[in-house]
């Protein structure tokens, strides 16, 4: 009889020195970095599924992966400690959970939270140049939380998505379960989005609209024709990475 | 007749990738880069003076940096943007101001503020591996303090100090004006401390007692014999660097 075992990765990331989590021949990518860490460990070839497929440049606080293993070698706490002295300290490996076969980091999971970061102060602050959006002309925070509103409920969100490469028919309709922005101290800010699943670059956009709004180059009553037109080009230029991190994935029921 | 003029520079930095303040030939520093920026600009060889002498890794939210010059195409605005157009991301100049001959950013200050940021959580967090130390055991905020009580006022500090080289006399008397830890959210903790001037280490020296003391591993009232040992090797090991910020710089009278 063979061993086979699904388990589930809890893990943080700084995504500043990779390029994004997909594996990319040639390029330091997260999930490479972890594959191989894992592949190095078990002494087997594995393949592993992501909740969140983020970007080059976008971290994340609480990404969640999955394999299957056949190796009888599997200690989960052993496996943390192993994972974390290859990957650290850009990756950190919080959890790793022996789980049932229907567990798939990405099709179980039924809500994705992401914040996005803003500095709105005259001068950048070098410490979190890599963590923040830094926008120094003053931000209206009650028109972003305007535009944040009009994302409710479910869209077809094409005109916000970078459309997957030979994906020409995949759906763009998605479900925004919240949407706000919530002033932090010392002149910053962060948008926090969650919805059952966003497309490519979505967030990024979104955001971008907000900022739009905020700095009163757009009217948040827009959105609705950029929605409409179903057009990329439709929508105002979308947020840089930096700002951008994934807080939180959630499995099974979501409190409505 | 010549044109001459002090000039002050108040600046930011992130000191992961830079090796300290201090120029040193053929490695990157915060000195070197600003210097040559300067240069480039004025078109003229400048001497720079700095507030607080930085280490490798260490950083900085508030520096002071002052020289003189000959140029007369100094225009303060201007200058700001033209140093930040070459010195950004990893410093950042926020005001350049002409000042009177007799200021100096290092013997007119009267005070210095650091910060030294502590993570007391199981799990480091990668987002802010370069910005905080990682202490997974549980640290006893209120021993830490009370060591903290114990630096203030005048003593001589050798045991907490590295000698700087080719001064086997220069004088390790300092006077603490302040010295608390303060707890942040999310597990996080900041140590305050200011003085008239500190030593080279001396705040990730005073940093280490404190957590030597906040683990349980050293009594809090060993630190008068520290004091009297006058010898480094008395001291439980020194912090490590990228938890500390240089936070703040008082020119003139200091509120008691």
Redo the contacts between chains.
């Keep these: 009889m063979t061993f086979a075992q699904t388990v589930r990765i809890d893990l943080?990331?700084?995504g500043t020195h990779f390029r994004g989590f997909a594996e990319n021949p040639g390029v330091r990518t997260v999930g490479g970095e972890l594959r191989s860490a894992l592949e190095q460990i078990l002494g087997e070839t594995v393949e592993l599924t992501v909740a969140g497929r983020t970007d080059a440049g976008v971290?994340a606080?609480a990404q969640v992966v999955s394999f299957r293993t056949d190796s009888s070698r599997l200690n989960c706490e052993r496996l943390v400690t192993a994972l974390n002295s290859i990957c650290?300290?850009?990756?950190?490996v919080?959890a790793v959970t022996a789980v049932t076969d229907d567990f798939n980091a990405r099709f179980s999971a039924t809500e994705r939270m992401y914040h996005y970061a803003i500095l709105n102060a005259p001068?950048?602050?070098?410490?979190r140049?890599d963590?923040e959006w830094h926008i120094p002309d003053p931000l209206n925070l009650d028109a972003m939380n305007q535009a944040g509103s009009l994302f409710l409920g479910e869209h077809d969100f094409t005109s916000f998505c970078r459309r997957p490469k030979g994906q020409p028919e995949s759906s763009m309709i998605r479900r925004i379960r919240s949407a706000k922005w919530v002033p932090d101290t010392h002149e910053r800010m962060h948008f926090e989005i969650s919805a059952n699943a966003f497309c490519h670059q979505m967030v990024r956009s979104l955001t971008g609209f907000c900022v739009a709004v905020g700095s009163g180059k757009w009217d948040a009553q827009t959105f609705e024709a950029v929605l409409k037109a179903k057009d990329r080009s439709a929508a105002p230029p979308i947020a840089p990475p930096h700002g951008l991190?994934l807080k939180q994935v959630t499995y099974g029921k979501v409190d409505q």
Tied chains: 1, 2.
């Excluded at 650290?88 to 950190?92: A, E, G, M, N």
């Design positions: 943080a990331y700084k971290h606080t650290s300290p850009d990756i950190r919080h001068q950048a602050d070098p410490l140049a963590l991190v």
